[in-house]
């Protein structure tokens, strides 16, 4: 068997999909099992495996100035297919997998990995000068793939009938938690968490993007409902990179800010988060759309209670060990969080749930499952 795996993912901000695609390359890499392995990212092969960078490159902020211009974005559209073509032209033999949505033009045997819907779905939280093109990409991948891969049965399902695929050439495919999150005592992350002014288990946590998504209005919400002495003694702590239409999430949060009762952490760097996670009290989630909710998996192993909600693909991750709950139920949401905050016998056993339940996934089993699904081709 010959493969090309596009590793392109892997770059700043690292972001569950570039996880996913440095977990699989890694292991694909240590399990030696191809005939021929071959990376690639861009327009070219690439000899090592990119490392997750934790700072912002130089190429980065340019990036993001170029893709907000329609111009720019449609030419991209036009002009990188075809570069793409040229290179892998010759490589008919092999097979290719795109671990985020995309295929090029390519002569062999095609796979490509869905996280989720949400350039369909969810459109109106997408810059307008990218959705365009993230559908038109998303469209030619369902007209040219041979299998498709998803990080969850919610999202094979919802794929099948979205793009009336036969369920039998999609794969469910769960991802894990690196072996970084773990539980930790006060001793292991004093220095971390006296970096960021945060007392062991003295916190509520929310991972992930900025972006109205994420549900954080409602979290904000929820949380402002708790007596005032309990905000102060346990404050919502955020950490995430700043997506689309996140002005009016910004402005919520500074508000709370100016009250005492949350902070703002912007993106970390990827050796802090570890340590964040397991220092918490609570890990907090109440997404309203998620492909498999990696952040939830995240916190369970590291020893913390989750609340979360109940949509989409959360239930398959978090099963009966978080605390569940309608996203938009924000009475719920607070009651919940309440709940394990002061209640010790509660979290001690949502823990314990949860370290269970975190235990039953793990990145080598996507690796060989992903395995399986190309030799199905």
Known sequence: MKLILSVEPIRFPLTGIGRYTYELAKGM???????EFRLFSGVRFVSDLPEPVNQSPASHDFRRLVQKSRLVTSLYGVLMPLIRKRVLSGFDGFIYHSTNFFLPPFPGRKVATFHDLSPFTWSHCYDPAKIGYLQRGLSNTLHTADALITDSEYTRRELAEFASWPLERIHAVPLAAGPEFQPRNEADIGSILEHYGLSYRGYTLFVGTIEPRKNIIALLDAYGRLPREVRERYPLVLSGHQGW????????????ESEGWVRYLGFLPAAHLPGLYSGARLFAFPSLYEGFGLPVLEAMQSGVPVVCSNNSSLPEVAGDAALTVESADVVGLSENMRRVLLDEELSGSLTEKGLQRAGEFWWQSTVDRTYDVYASM
Do not use: N, P, V
């Not at 890499?29 to 005939?35: N, S, V």
């Not at 996140?246 to 508000?255: G, K, L, P, V």
């Open 29 to 35: 890499l240590a399990a030696d099992t191809f005939d």
């Open 245 to 256: 239409k996140s002005e009016q999430i910004h402005d919520r949060i500074r508000q709370a």
